[in-house]
């Protein structure tokens, strides 16, 4: 600035030059100030070459700017590869003229190239410390990213795995119903095995004693009574044989699959054909689902329901039997009315205990278990059963089926069999 106009012109072209380009970072455009500030200082030592000849820190400048292109453009091979090429012939051509022609405002001894070789120094350093500090930056970013991404994930994982436990809670929670069911199963079939079938064995044990004496004296006098009371405990016997069969099948019959319960109810129906005819019933089938149960469970269930409308009906009326459903949230709800002779209130909570009969055998045949292996049935499907009733109006037997396919997919999988 103490030299000559020329000087000060220079002087000022060169501050107003690196003025644009502090302007264009200060304005955050980062790529437009990296072209600027990598194509500008070349642009300018040349043209100073040109005007008043080049030196050392000319040279120095040059090979900075080099360097500075190679860091600035370092994922761009090709462009990098075309600044470097242009940094050299920018100082070659210009020092060939000169050499040959000398500068055009002739030769001034001032330390322009030293200070413009000081700024590009300058400017090489901080551009190497700030991309130094990017690839920090963005590594710290790029790890930030990556842990949050694997948080992420983690948390997913973990939302899968509370699902997973909760379906396995689920399924213990089903495997312990199912075991509960077949420990109480095994616990009251030795209370029926050592208590319910000795009765029939005991009096048979007896009329084979009182026969065997009578034998002996040749005397026959009871002879028809005890001969009756035989086929009568036989018949029992047979009965609570036949009833503990099918108790010992329950839940163990079949695996759960879907079950079609119209055609389930119209195989029971055409078992019961003859029966039916004979007291002329009339049954009416309403829309029954399609669902996961027991195929086998399910048909012995409506057998022992139909069977007992048909069986317990008035001396003065034809059988009338209504079989319907309807869907609840999580399960269906059955029910099962006939017209027949009913069931007194006090006796209602007893019915489907273990061989509780209400009447006379002689009068209603039967053993006892037909209830009873009707709730086991509802609760191996994790459902209820009740009745309502009107002595000499008719009753009506409702029973519930769980549809969660959850559950029910579980049971199927994982079936503990205990006989």
Sequence with gaps: MFHSYTEQILAGIVAIGFGI???????????TTRIYMTLFPP??????????????????????MGFLAFIGFRRNPRLRNLIIVFDILAFIIPTVYISIYGPILGTIDVPFDEIFAFLACLGWLSLTFRMYDENKTRTYTTDLENHIEALKE?????????????LQNSKLAVLNNELELKNTHIEEFTFIVTHDLRGPLNNINVIATELEKQHATANYANFNSYLKHLQGSSTRLTNLVEGLLKYAEIGNSSEMETVNFPKIVQ????????IIKESNATITVGELPTITARSNDIGMLFQNLIHNALKFRTATKDPVI??????????????VSDNGIGIPKEQQAKIFNAFHKLHNQSKFEGSGIGLYGSKKIVEHHLGKIWVESEENVGSTFYFTINTNS?????IQEHTINLN
Excluded at 46 to 51: A, D, E, H, P, S
Excluded at 267 to 274: H, I, K, Q, T, Y
């Design 406 to 410: 959850l559950e029910q997919e579980d």
């Design 21 to 31: 380009g502090f302007l264009l970072n200060r304005l955050k455009l980062h790529y």
């Design 322 to 335: 209504t079989i319907a459903s309807q869907k609840k949230e999580n399960e269906y709800l059955f029910s």
């Design 267 to 274: 195989l029971v129906l055409s078992d019961f054909s003859e």
């Design 154 to 166: 983690s948390e997913l994982n973990l939302k899968k795995a509370q699902n997973d436990l909760k």
């Design 43 to 64: 642009v300018m030592f040349m043209t100073l070459i040109f005007l008043i000849g080049g030196f050392f820190g000319q040279a120095v400048a040059f090979a900075t």
